[in-house]
Nanobody, 119 residues
Framework: QVQLVESGGGLVQSGGSLTLSCQFP?????????????LGWYRQAPGKQRELVATMTTSRHTQYLDSVKGRFAVSRDDAKNILYLQMNDLKPDDTAVYYC????????WGQGTQVTVSS
Protein backbone atom coordinates (compact mmCIF):
# COMPACT_ATOMS: atom_id res chain seq x y z
CA GLN A 1 0.00 0.00 0.00
CA VAL A 2 1.09 3.55 -0.77
CA GLN A 3 0.48 6.02 2.05
CA LEU A 4 0.02 9.64 0.99
CA VAL A 5 -0.22 12.29 3.69
CA GLU A 6 -1.47 15.79 2.91
CA SER A 7 -1.08 18.73 5.28
CA GLY A 8 -1.08 22.52 5.41
CA GLY A 9 -4.76 23.28 4.95
CA GLY A 10 -6.67 25.72 7.09
CA LEU A 11 -9.03 28.67 7.23
CA VAL A 12 -7.98 31.84 5.44
CA GLN A 13 -9.61 35.03 4.26
CA SER A 14 -10.16 35.78 0.60
CA GLY A 15 -6.89 36.96 -0.93
CA GLY A 16 -4.77 35.01 1.54
CA SER A 17 -2.18 32.30 0.90
CA LEU A 18 -1.48 28.73 1.97
CA THR A 19 1.17 26.15 1.17
CA LEU A 20 0.12 22.51 1.06
CA SER A 21 2.53 19.60 1.47
CA CYS A 22 2.19 16.00 0.37
CA GLN A 23 4.43 13.39 1.95
CA PHE A 24 5.04 10.43 -0.31
CA PRO A 25 6.36 7.08 1.01
CA UNK A 26 9.68 7.35 2.81
CA UNK A 27 11.29 4.82 0.48
CA UNK A 28 13.51 6.87 -1.78
CA UNK A 29 13.79 4.17 -4.39
CA UNK A 30 10.01 3.75 -4.63
CA UNK A 31 9.45 7.48 -4.88
CA UNK A 32 12.06 7.71 -7.60
CA UNK A 33 10.12 5.17 -9.64
CA UNK A 34 6.82 6.97 -9.17
CA UNK A 35 8.45 10.34 -9.77
CA UNK A 36 9.32 9.24 -13.28
CA UNK A 37 5.65 9.85 -14.00
CA UNK A 38 3.50 12.90 -13.31
CA LEU A 39 2.43 14.04 -9.86
CA GLY A 40 -0.52 16.26 -9.08
CA TRP A 41 -2.94 17.94 -6.74
CA TYR A 42 -6.66 17.29 -6.82
CA ARG A 43 -9.54 18.87 -4.94
CA GLN A 44 -13.16 18.11 -4.21
CA ALA A 45 -15.70 20.68 -3.09
CA PRO A 46 -19.03 19.76 -1.44
CA GLY A 47 -21.50 18.46 -4.01
CA LYS A 48 -18.93 18.48 -6.80
CA GLN A 49 -16.72 15.90 -8.47
CA ARG A 50 -13.02 15.64 -7.75
CA GLU A 51 -10.95 17.69 -10.18
CA LEU A 52 -7.27 17.90 -11.07
CA VAL A 53 -5.95 21.36 -10.27
CA ALA A 54 -2.18 21.13 -10.80
CA THR A 55 0.25 18.71 -12.44
CA MET A 56 4.03 18.33 -12.62
CA THR A 57 5.26 16.10 -15.44
CA THR A 58 8.42 14.01 -15.69
CA SER A 59 10.15 16.97 -17.33
CA ARG A 60 9.03 19.21 -14.44
CA HIS A 61 6.66 21.05 -16.74
CA THR A 62 3.59 22.24 -14.87
CA GLN A 63 -0.06 22.43 -15.89
CA TYR A 64 -2.94 24.08 -14.06
CA LEU A 65 -6.70 24.20 -14.03
CA ASP A 66 -7.79 27.40 -15.77
CA SER A 67 -9.42 28.76 -12.63
CA VAL A 68 -6.14 28.62 -10.66
CA LYS A 69 -3.64 29.72 -13.32
CA GLY A 70 -1.43 32.54 -12.11
CA ARG A 71 -2.37 31.88 -8.48
CA PHE A 72 -1.17 28.32 -7.74
CA ALA A 73 2.31 26.84 -8.17
CA VAL A 74 3.28 23.18 -7.80
CA SER A 75 6.80 22.03 -6.95
CA ARG A 76 8.54 19.00 -5.46
CA ASP A 77 11.52 18.05 -3.33
CA ASP A 78 12.84 14.69 -4.52
CA ALA A 79 15.29 14.35 -1.62
CA LYS A 80 12.45 14.61 0.93
CA ASN A 81 9.73 12.94 -1.16
CA ILE A 82 7.46 15.97 -0.80
CA LEU A 83 5.12 17.59 -3.30
CA TYR A 84 4.08 21.18 -2.60
CA LEU A 85 1.25 23.43 -3.71
CA GLN A 86 1.70 27.16 -3.14
CA MET A 87 -1.68 28.86 -3.28
CA ASN A 88 -1.95 32.64 -3.52
CA ASP A 89 -4.86 35.04 -3.83
CA LEU A 90 -7.25 32.39 -2.56
CA LYS A 91 -10.93 32.75 -3.37
CA PRO A 92 -14.07 31.25 -1.80
CA ASP A 93 -14.41 28.95 -4.83
CA ASP A 94 -11.09 27.35 -3.85
CA THR A 95 -12.74 25.89 -0.75
CA ALA A 96 -12.38 22.12 -0.95
CA VAL A 97 -10.54 19.10 0.38
CA TYR A 98 -7.19 18.89 -1.39
CA TYR A 99 -5.48 15.60 -2.25
CA CYS A 100 -2.22 14.61 -3.87
CA UNK A 101 -1.77 11.63 -6.14
CA UNK A 102 -0.11 10.43 -9.30
CA UNK A 103 -1.36 11.52 -12.71
CA UNK A 104 -3.14 9.49 -13.96
CA UNK A 105 -4.66 8.64 -10.58
CA UNK A 106 -3.00 5.97 -8.49
CA UNK A 107 -5.02 3.26 -6.73
CA UNK A 108 -5.01 4.84 -3.27
CA TRP A 109 -5.80 8.24 -1.76
CA GLY A 110 -4.81 9.96 1.46
CA GLN A 111 -7.17 11.70 3.86
CA GLY A 112 -6.72 15.06 2.17
CA THR A 113 -6.42 18.46 3.82
CA GLN A 114 -9.27 20.95 4.16
CA VAL A 115 -8.89 24.42 2.69
CA THR A 116 -11.59 26.93 3.60
CA VAL A 117 -11.59 30.45 2.19
CA SER A 118 -13.95 32.99 3.73
CA SER A 119 -15.28 36.12 2.04
Amino acid sequence: QVQLVESGGGLVQSGGSLTLSCQFPASGSLFTIYALGALGWYRQAPGKQRELVATMTTSRHTQYLDSVKGRFAVSRDDAKNILYLQMNDLKPDDTAVYYCNFVPEGPSWGQGTQVTVSS
